[in-house]
């Protein structure tokens, strides 16, 4: 290997369709790899597989309902509902709802694998091509990034396809970043960098917040650091206006999810066992099966911290001899920095910064610092491969990976009927149990009953017997409900909803003040004697309003910036 970067034009060598077209061949090879205990075994039954297919296939019931953006989760807390789609990121529940509308459920989570496995591959070839010594060296980059370490832990014992999918983006994420710095030579525009990143941001970000979170943190580091290398404000200053972008475009998901914490009961991300102070590599807690999953992280953690640092002496050897290419010597301190800031960002001793860094303990586990060490492992990887150790690399890595997933293979639980298991469920109308931090304040949804009606009428007084009614559900999708009722004296009805804010309720077309259940806050309707008809919707809130006129401003920055490039096309 030669001891300085590609410019753009020597990096054309491997920009040919057949190199992409390899590559892009590797990237199916490894993820299938990947997936081989799965057409053995079943499904990875790792700890958020139901939460992921349930989502799915409340998304994918919702389309056809003719909701194309889902909001309300209808069929979350056993047909009462939870708001899960206004804070959860829609990229990962969308593709996986997608998936699942053309292919047997059963086959989804494989299929999301396959696909998301694949486009890493790729994401990365992009990347370390402009830094390998030859194609070679590049694929096993490619390799090395599809199936590192963490990725096999998110995969077999975490199931977190969201958190999967946002790691795919990384990789060109971090080549626009570098870009955008002025580390890496680029033959594209800087306005034209700027719009790259900020739609890779946005997508991570849309993917899953704690993958947002850290890019937001690892990103901003690289940009300091490369103003102070370089001695430029110009690094700070473009990336800043990057991550606003990006943040901008994908405000329409951001605003809400910020704004309506303030109806949920968010602190439950936060609790016991997931905090980060339960979670700092080789944590002890009270919780024996919570240390044996955390030392699993740990260990994993561990190798690719020792990996990356033996690769890194070689690279620091060569950027030592590269004295007469600053360009070599800033990125690869650069790279140091992040690396090594990850990695002490794992350890209990940053404990002060989890705790004051805005929203940095809503990571709850900080070996998801991995995502960003996943990057760094690859690219290190294969930039170090000089010819003469190229087969060795192979090897070790191939080794490396090897006993990594069997390892991680023989500690997860597989499952085959995880995915019918939530299917059946929505099928027989009993729907699935909710989540913690998307419920509203005051439920307890411990307490929820399972396979209640849509509408039951109940006394005024809860000692008096029910009056006599009839009830028909004239609609009733996730964010239409329509009953029609006749009772023979005043009374109320219990709809299987609970109270959030965003639901609106009429009877007779005017807008009713509503109660609720005492333990789990379902919404109930008074209603007089005789016919009266109820209606409850779900409505846009000002929040989603704000964060939409956000992302479609932020959609006309970028074209603002492309129309310039476009206009000198025309020209030419």
């Not at 939460?51 to 056993?78: M, V």
């Not at 103003?227 to 690094?235: C, S, V």
Request: glycine share 6%; hydrophobic share 50%; charged share 15%.
């Amino acid at each position: 290997m030669t001891d300085s970067l590609s410019t753009p034009e020597e990096s054309r060598k491997n920009e040919g369709l057949h190199a992409w077209l390899g590559a892009s061949a590797i990237s199916i090879a490894t993820a299938l790899a990947i997936l081989a205990p799965f057409f053995l075994l079943g499904t990875a039954s790792g700890h958020d597989i139901q939460f992921h297919i349930s989502s799915w296939l409340d998304a994918a019931g919702q389309w056809k309902e003719g909701i194309l953006f889902p909001r309300w989760t209808e069929w979350a807390n056993y047909g009462f509902g939870e708001p899960r789609f206004i804070f959860y990121p829609p990229l990962s529940w969308m593709l996986g709802a997608a998936l699942g509308s053309f292919l047997p459920w059963t086959w989804t989570p494989a299929a999301f694998v396959l696909a998301v496995q694949t486009f890493a591959g790729i994401s990365a070839f992009a990347l370390i091509r402009r830094f390998a010594s030859s194609y070679v060296a590049s694929i096993l980059g490619v390799t090395a990034y599809a199936a590192n370490p963490y990725a096999l832990l998110v995969i077999y014992t975490r199931s977190d396809y969201a958190e999967l999918l946002a790691t795919s983006f990384y990789p060109l994420l971090f080549l626009a970043a570098l870009r955008l710095s002025g580390l890496l030579e680029s033959d594209v525009p800087p306005r034209k960098c700027l719009m790259q990143f900020a739609v890779l941001f946005a997508a991570v970000w849309l993917s899953n917040a704690p993958a947002g979170v850290l890019a937001s943190y690892s990103l901003a580091l690289l940009f300091f650091w490369a103003a102070l290398e370089q001695k430029k404000i110009q690094p700070a200053s473009w990336g800043t206006g990057g991550l606003a972008l990006g943040l901008g475009l994908a405000a329409f998901y951001l605003v809400p999810a910020a704004y309506e914490q303030r109806w949920v009961n968010i602190s439950g991300a936060l609790a016991e066992g997931l905090t980060p102070a339960d979670n700092f590599l080789f944590a002890v807690t009270p919780d024996a099966e919570h240390d044996a999953f955390n030392r699993i992280a740990s260990y994993v953690a561990v190798l690719i911290v020792a990996v990356i640092s033996m690769l890194a002496i070689v690279l620091w050897r060569r950027r030592q001899k590269a004295a007469g290419d600053s360009r070599l010597r800033t990125v690869v301190g650069s790279l140091f920095v992040l690396a090594a800031v990850a990695s002490l960002m794992m350890l209990r001793l940053t404990n002060f910064f989890w705790i004051f860094l805005p929203k940095l303990r809503f990571l709850q586990f900080p070996w998801r610092w991995l995502t960003v060490l996943g990057v760094i492992f690859a690219l290190f990887l294969g930039w170090t491969a000089h010819r003469r150790w190229l087969v060795t690399l192979w090897i070790a890595f191939l080794l490396m990976a090897s006993l990594t997933g069997a390892y991680l293979v023989r500690h997860t639980w597989w499952d085959a009927e995880d995915v019918n298991f939530v299917k059946d469920s929505l099928e027989d109308k009993t729907g699935f149990e909710g989540t913690d931090e998307y419920d509203p304040l005051g439920d307890d949804h411990t307490d929820i009953p399972q396979k209640q009606l849509e509408a039951k009428v109940i006394s005024e007084e809860e000692s008096d017997p029910a009056p006599k009614s009839e009830v028909r559900v004239v609609r009733w999708t996730a964010e239409d409900r329509i009953i029609e009722l006749r009772t023979e004296k005043p009374a109320v009805v219990r709809l299987r909803l609970l109270h959030y804010p965003a639901w609106q309720i009429m009877v007779n077309s005017k807008q009713v003040k509503t109660r609720r259940t005492i333990s789990y806050k379902a919404i109930l309707v008074p209603v007089g004697a005789g016919t009266s008809r109820v209606e409850a919707r779900f409505m846009r809130t000002p929040d989603r309003a704000i964060g939409g006129w956000i992302s479609f401003a932020s959609f006309l920055g970028i074209g603002a910036l492309l129309w310039p490039f476009r206009r000198a096309a025309l020209k030419a």
